[in-house]
């Protein structure tokens, strides 16, 4: 069975400074998905950034970029020039077919 | 933006009540789900569908119960609220092999 982990339950980085969130799962499937999510404090849901697993090219959203290792089965999230509103819980998900997966969660803290 | 909508956006109710949270998408995505999450904490699948007249059983027990007669529309219902069923509801909808799309959630509080 898929599974995902995010091995960081806190990260905490000063505004301005950059800051990578570790995620890894593991699937016996070559083909799928990887996203990150973003929770702010009581707010909505949102996708920050996606992945196809075909693809080598990591996937880069202004501050946001991922380094996908697809052997290593690895997808971290870096954030540049980190930002108060970046202040989320972030969540990695995996996704084939309808199935997603989700990762524990992360809570980044963003020091002014 | 996401066209996802739950109602109601909180909501405080007495042990023993019945309630049903609303959830609507206009994107005609197939699947729809229903998460359980307390604040800060990990995501929890209570209930999924992967089209009208599809529901399944996700991998948090829960006693709650849904319904998919209209592709747009997944409520989920509680038939005996209980002070353990406090948290907060999220409902997501997705196409095949693509992101899922999230309501804003109902802040259920059960007294």
């Known amino acids: 069975a898929q599974t995902v982990t995010q091995s960081q339950p806190e990260m905490s980085v000063q505004e301005a400074e950059t800051v990578t969130l570790s995620c890894t799962y593991d699937t016996s499937e070559s083909d799928y998905y990887l996203f990150w999510y973003k929770q702010p404090p009581s707010r909505q849901m949102i996708l920050v950034i996606r992945q196809e697993a075909y693809k080598q090219q990591n996937a880069t959203e202004n501050r946001f970029s991922v380094n996908f290792q697809k052997a290593a089965k690895s997808f971290s999230l870096k954030i540049s020039d980190s930002q108060l509103g970046d202040a989320a819980m972030y969540f990695c998900?995996?996704?084939?077919?309808?199935?997603?997966?989700w990762g524990a969660g992360t809570k980044l803290i963003i020091k002014p | 933006e996401a066209d996802i909508y739950q109602t109601p956006r909180y909501l405080v109710i007495g042990t023993g009540k019945k309630i049903t949270l609303e959830c609507s998408q206009t994107?005609?995505?197939?699947?729809m789900y229903w998460y359980q999450q307390d604040p800060g904490m990990e995501l929890h699948l209570i209930h999924y569908?992967?089209?009208?007249?599809?529901?399944e059983k996700g991998d948090l027990s829960s006693e709650s119960t849904v319904s998919r007669i209209r592709t747009e529309h997944f409520p989920l219902t509680l038939e005996s609220a209980r002070p353990s069923h406090t948290s907060q509801y999220l409902c997501a909808s997705s196409r095949l092999n693509t992101e899922a799309f999230f309501g804003q959630g109902t802040r259920l509080t059960v007294v």
């Open positions: 569908s992967y089209g009208v007249n599809s529901t």
């Open positions: 994107m005609g995505h197939d699947k």
């Open positions: 998900a995996y996704c084939r077919h309808y199935q997603l997966i």
